[in-house]
């Protein structure tokens, strides 16, 4: 089974500035099998992006996701006030399984 | 605009099943591309997943839970539902139903999510 490592586990910021998120998998995985996801209090999680590098419907063009291999990085170019909020990266394997990261919180600080 | 909208009880005593539904609104249930899926949250943690199910009956659970989880559709009301037996306090959680894209051009994501439902397991 893989396990999907986040880092930071909180990163604090400030709006206008860079953020990255890292996501590091337990062995290495397909690019199109691996999301993001952006969940703010109260609400359901919203697919950010997919297959490592497309950005869903919607999403702005500051969010950005990179990576191959076991190491995967959702970069938010400049933070607005509603980027703050948890973000959980996730993998398709193929039992079926679908395991998430646990989460890196982006506060304001 | 395809939505979800979860559906049951609230609460669960223990040892109880919880029972719940998820109605899919504003797109077909049937795609070779799309299965549904539930995926929970306990308070204050991160996501965890359930299981899947295809259109045609064909499900997926997480190892897990598998012993205590079975998914099942109903295409004709265009809902799917969730059972989970003997429930303790560790089920307590936010449940959510979810879209997921499988396999198309080799993609995989949960693309629409339900709203949640709160379920707690108490007496």
């Known amino acids: 089974e893989i396990v999907l490592t986040q880092s930071p586990g909180t990163l604090s910021l400030s709006p206008g500035e860079r953020a990255t998120l890292s996501c590091r998998a337990s062995?290495?995985?397909?690019?199109?099998?691996l999301a993001w996801y952006q969940q703010k209090p109260g609400q359901a999680p919203r697919l950010l992006i997919y297959?490592?590098?497309n950005r869903a419907t919607g999403i702005p063009d500051r969010f950005s996701g990179s990576g191959s291999g076991t190491d995967f990085t959702l970069t938010i170019s400049r933070l607005v006030p509603e980027d703050f909020a948890v973000y959980y990266c996730q993998h398709y394997g193929s039992s079926p399984s679908w395991t998430f990261g646990q989460g890196t919180k982006v506060e304001i600080k | 605009q395809v939505q979800l909208q979860e559906s049951g009880p609230g609460l669960v005593k223990p040892s109880e099943t919880l029972s719940l539904t998820c109605t899919v609104s504003?797109?077909?249930?049937?795609?070779?591309?799309?299965?549904w899926g539930w995926i929970r949250q306990p308070p204050g943690k991160g996501l965890e997943w359930i299981g899947t199910i295809h259109y045609s009956g064909s499900a997926s659970y997480n190892p897990s839970l598998k012993s205590r989880v079975t998914i099942s559709v109903d295409t004709s009301k265009k809902q799917f539902s969730l059972k989970l037996t003997s429930v303790t306090a560790a089920d307590t959680a936010v449940y959510y139903c979810?879209?997921?894209?499988?396999?198309?051009?080799?993609?995989?994501?949960?693309?629409?999510w339900g709203q949640g439902t709160t379920v707690a397991v108490s007496s």
């Open positions: 504003g797109g077909s249930i049937f795609s070779s591309s799309y299965y």
């Open positions: 979810a879209r997921l894209i499988v396999g198309a051009w080799d993609y995989y994501a949960m693309d629409v």
């Open positions: 062995q290495s995985v397909t690019s199109t099998h």
């Open positions: 297959g490592a590098s």
